[in-house]
């Protein structure tokens, strides 16, 4: 699921006018170019019924924003958010139920020699295997 959803944020003219490709799971690389985004996959837990698994998954994906300016960061959170939040189809392999967006809060990094302004943003995502 999660190759399904940076192929879907990769596929946003105003995200990629951005960050070009600058999205990558896990973490952002000490002194790569900025703007950029960073993908990581929080929580995967599967669904059950009273019958047993249901064959969906709530997932939490965590979104970080960079920016070299609190203003680029920004742009960059809303343009993401704007892709996903509210998104439902089946692409890619998966039944995609919907795209919540949780919580957002803003980060700064002063790590000589980088100050990065950032913007943390979790969704929940439901969805199974198509």
């Not at 960050?19 to 990581?40: E, H, K, S, Y």
């Not at 995967?44 to 998954?57: A, E, H, K, R």
């Not at 039944?95 to 950032?118: C, L, R, S, Y």
């Amino acid at each position: 699921m999660e190759e399904t959803l940076i192929a879907y944020l990769l596929a946003s003219p105003s995200l990629v006018a951005l960050i070009g490709d600058r999205l990558t799971p896990g973490v952002r690389t000490q002194g790569a170019l900025l703007p950029a985004l960073v993908f990581n996959l929080v929580s995967d837990l599967p669904d059950y019924s009273n019958s047993g698994p249901t064959g969906l998954t709530q997932a939490r994906i965590q979104l970080d924003a960079y920016g070299a300016t609190y203003a680029q960061a920004k742009a960059v959170a809303r343009a993401a958010n704007a892709r996903l939040s509210g998104w439902r189809r089946a692409v890619g392999g998966w039944a995609i139920h919907g795209v919540f967006q949780q919580n957002a809060h803003d980060t700064f990094t002063n790590d000589a020699p980088e100050k990065i302004h950032g913007v943390s943003t979790d969704f929940i995502v439901w969805a199974n295997a198509a």
